[in-house]
């Protein structure tokens, strides 16, 4: 009788639930890296949306780390109170002290959810002598601490710091918007990464109906990306990100079910 009287929405989030409390536990920290060749696409939006879900449902150990070297912005989306003044440059620069969580608190932004963020500097210049033996140290670090590290790049695919991170993540998340000058670049992109765990991210996706929902994926399909994911245009998780108050219970029900699918297809690659 209950399920007669849910609606199809409210059936797909409950096994949408359902299915993130079955995946298994990780076996080793994994790293998943965010890219995009497309500026503005929404990857910092990715990462820390999809952090917050596998922090809270599947109570795994996660942290966000802005590796963007052109002031990211990942560190502001923490509230004010919660919000570390310390950067991945201090974490860096005092990386030989840090040996226990305690020690490392410090430098994290912590959230309601669980995930943790480490901000990347304000001053560009420090970002930019940051390299990828730095991150190379950073991420053994993190992954002493924390089940599963979210690299959110910066645009490109080409650069030193984004060929260290497609290296060295066992999956990668592409984000693109549905716009066809933006698709184009990052499939384009796609052929060249050589890695069997991608999922797309499409960002800030207007549908009419199911059908263009369907439309799109096959489309991508056709393109050898078999896992992706279409995130609605949302107004107001724009306005959530932007004044810190996020909250994913918060979201109409569309938008909830799409973040929840996109967290459960990178929890289903974990290893």
Known sequence: VQRLLASKGEREEAELERLLGRQPAVSRPNVVAVISPKGGVGKTTSAFVIGGVLADRLRLRVIAVDANPEFGTLAALAP?????????ADLL???EQIETAAQLRPYVSALPSGLHLLGA?????????V????????VALLGTFYE????????GVAGRLAQFAIARADQLMLVTTPESAASSVVLAAFQDLHQERTILAVNKFYARGPADLRALERRLRERGLHRSVA???????AAMLDTA????EALERTSRVAIKRLALAVAEQLV
């Open 231 to 237: 995130i609605p245009h949302d107004d107001q998780l």
């Open 93 to 95: 620069a005092d990386i």
């Open 121 to 129: 500097p304000a001053d560009a210049e420090v970002m930019a002598r």
């Open 80 to 88: 004010d109170g919660l919000r570390s003044e310390r950067s991945l």
């Open 148 to 155: 599963l590290v979210l690299l959110d790049l910066g645009t």
């Open 245 to 248: 108050t996020y909250q994913l």
């Open 131 to 138: 390299g990828p033996d730095a991150y190379g140290e950073l």
